[in-house]
């Protein structure tokens, strides 16, 4: 699933051979996974070329839905601002495919007219600025994040999945959904700065909280947004209402996270930060994480149908 030979490749300061990556110093995670690096007291972390601030003094490494299997090099300085170097190994994830059909009453998102097609590019326009989030700014949040909801049922486990709307329309669902009911709270995961609230075509009304260290999250299909672009908001805050605007089928809870502009699954940063794959796991510590975090087939039958 990926190349045993470890190349570590000089994107932060000096030139660095390839042995200099100890075995020691590498790490396991799936597509659309967290890892870590513990063991030192970090100041600052580094990966994909991008240095940014460490959180509560460890390292994470973020790795996209879609990033290709194979070693990448991380880096971690400590707070004596020494630089050591290790690789992140990107295994590749089974992420399930399911066939939906859309109500008629939903057809007007399979077949946009030129006027929904201009209205949802410039929304993606809109949202691609925001998305890589402020690296330069200090985390904002600490892990585990805050529960977006005060009660929060178990997910369909739908991170990932590839829908496949009326066996013609595909969509990637980069997200979680929980079924929380109409009207409850949605709240803010940690301490951080809205950067877009607004109602669009697919995703409904939305909200984008920045965080800091590159972190964004986003809720969809809100019933009603009770913040605006600009607003500083602290964990816990209501952000709006659960509902089912935009493309879905009914009531539910959205939420996606992004950081360094990486698609995450979200429930990982939920749940304790010890959970996560880390450099200073063993090999067995490691396959343990992984096959626990590994995504199952979702049942839909459930859960209602959004992007």
Same mark, same amino acid.
């Given at each position: 699933m990926?190349?045993?030979?470890?190349?570590?490749?000089s994107?932060?300061?000096?030139?660095?051979?390839?042995?200099?990556?100890?075995?020691?110093?590498?790490?396991?995670a799936?597509?659309? &996974?967290?890892?870590?690096?513990?063991?030192?007291?970090?100041?600052?972390?580094g990966?994909?070329?991008?240095r940014?601030?460490?959180?509560?003094?460890?390292?994470?490494?973020?790795?996209d839905?879609?990033?290709?299997?194979?070693?990448?090099?991380?880096?971690?300085?400590?707070?004596?601002?020494?630089?050591?170097?290790?690789?992140?190994?990107?295994?590749?994830?089974?992420?399930?495919?399911?066939?939906?059909?859309l109500?008629?009453s939903?057809?007007?998102?399979?077949?946009?007219?030129d006027?929904?097609?201009?209205?949802?590019?410039?929304?993606?326009?809109?949202?691609?600025?925001?998305?890589? &989030?402020?690296?330069?700014?200090?985390?904002?949040?600490s892990?585990p994040l805050?529960?977006?909801a005060?009660?929060l049922?178990?997910?369909? =486990? =739908?991170?990932?999945?590839?829908?496949?709307?009326?066996?013609?329309?595909?969509s990637?669902?980069?997200?979680?959904?929980?079924?929380?009911?109409?009207?409850? #709270?949605?709240?803010?995961?940690?301490?951080?700065?809205?950067?877009?609230?607004?109602?669009?075509?697919?995703?409904?009304?939305?909200?984008?909280?920045?965080?800091?260290?590159?972190?964004?999250?986003?809720?969809?299909?809100?019933?009603?947004? #009770?913040?605006?672009?600009?607003?500083?908001?602290?964990?816990?805050?209501?952000?709006?209402?659960?509902?089912?605007?935009?493309?879905?089928?009914?009531?539910?809870?959205?939420?996606?996270?992004?950081?360094?502009?990486?698609?995450?699954?979200?429930?990982?940063?939920?749940?304790?930060?010890?959970?996560?794959?880390?450099?200073?796991?063993?090999?067995?510590?490691?396959?343990?994480?992984?096959?626990? #975090?590994?995504?199952?087939?979702?049942?839909?039958?459930?859960?209602?149908?959004?992007?």
């Open positions: 990926f190349s045993a030979r470890v190349v570590a490749i994107v932060f300061a000096g030139l660095v051979g390839a042995g200099n990556v100890l075995a020691a110093s590498i790490v396991t799936p597509q659309g &996974g967290v890892a870590r690096w513990t063991g030192l007291a970090a100041s600052e972390c990966i994909y070329g991008t940014y601030a460490a959180v509560d003094a460890v390292c994470y490494y973020p790795v839905i879609r990033t290709k299997p194979g070693s990448h090099e991380i880096a971690l300085w400590d707070q004596d601002g020494k630089q050591h170097l290790g690789a992140l190994k990107v295994e590749k994830a089974d992420f399930a495919e399911v066939e939906m059909e109500p008629a939903l057809e007007r998102f399979l077949k946009p007219s006027d929904d097609n201009a209205r949802a590019g410039a929304e993606r326009g809109a949202i691609a600025r925001i998305l890589g &989030g402020s690296v330069d700014s200090p985390p904002d949040f892990l805050g529960k977006p005060a009660t049922p178990a997910s369909a =486990d =739908d991170f990932g999945s590839e829908r496949i709307f009326n066996k013609e329309h595909r990637l669902h980069s997200g979680r959904d929980y079924p929380v009911g109409l009207g409850n #709270a949605v709240k803010a995961v940690a301490d951080g700065t809205v950067v877009l609230a607004a109602d669009h075509f697919f995703a409904g009304n939305s909200v984008y909280v920045d965080h800091g260290d590159g972190l964004i999250s986003m809720n969809f299909h809100l019933e009603s947004i #009770a913040v605006k672009d600009g607003d500083k908001v602290k964990r816990g805050q209501t952000l709006g209402k659960v509902g089912g605007t935009g493309r879905a089928t009914g009531p539910h809870l959205h939420i996606g996270l992004r950081w360094l502009g990486k698609r995450i699954d979200p429930a990982l940063l939920f749940d304790n930060p010890t959970t996560l794959p880390s450099v200073s796991d063993t090999r067995e510590e490691a396959e343990q994480k992984i096959e626990k #975090a590994e995504q199952r087939e979702p049942d839909e039958g459930d859960m209602p149908i959004d992007d």
